[in-house]
């Protein structure tokens, strides 16, 4: 049974940064995305960035381009997201996901992924 856990997330001000992570255990798997995705109340589901284990692409959101950097540590499962120049539209409970091989251009479709995490809150505020 693969366990995502999410940590990271937080109260801060708008302009302000935060650092989620994501552990997968208890196995490795070379080949796998990895996503976060976020869901604010009264809102569906969305994808935020995606990244492939084997060679590290990554996608994005349009939201959040150029404010977001996903990345990853295959030795130690984990993946991260840093969250810069954060804006109160950004508040949400955040989600780790993952499923085996690569999604590509679906990676936004939350349907695609069979493992996910419990969810840690990001709330910013103005």
């Known amino acids: 049974q693969v366990q995502l856990v999410e940590s990271g997330g937080g109260s801060v001000q708008a302009g302000g940064s935060l650092r989620l992570s994501c552990a997968w255990s208890?196995?490795?798997?070379?080949?796998?995305?990895m996503g976060w995705f976020r869901q604010a109340p009264g809102k569906e589901r969305e994808g935020v960035a995606a990244?492939?284990?084997?060679?590290?692409?990554?996608y994005y959101a349009d939201s959040v381009k150029a404010r977001f950097t996903i990345s990853q540590d295959n030795t130690n499962n984990t993946v991260w997201l840093q969250m810069n120049s954060l804006k109160p539209e950004d508040t949400a409970m955040y989600y780790c996901?993952?499923?085996?091989?690569?999604?590509?251009?679906?990676?936004?479709?939350?349907?695609?992924?069979?493992?996910w995490g419990q969810g840690t809150q990001v709330t910013v505020s103005s």
């Open positions: 208890p196995y490795s798997i070379s080949a796998k995305t």
């Open positions: 996901a993952a499923r085996i091989g690569w999604l590509g251009d679906f990676w936004y479709r939350n349907f695609a992924y069979n493992n």
């Open positions: 990244i492939y284990s084997i060679d590290g692409s990554t």
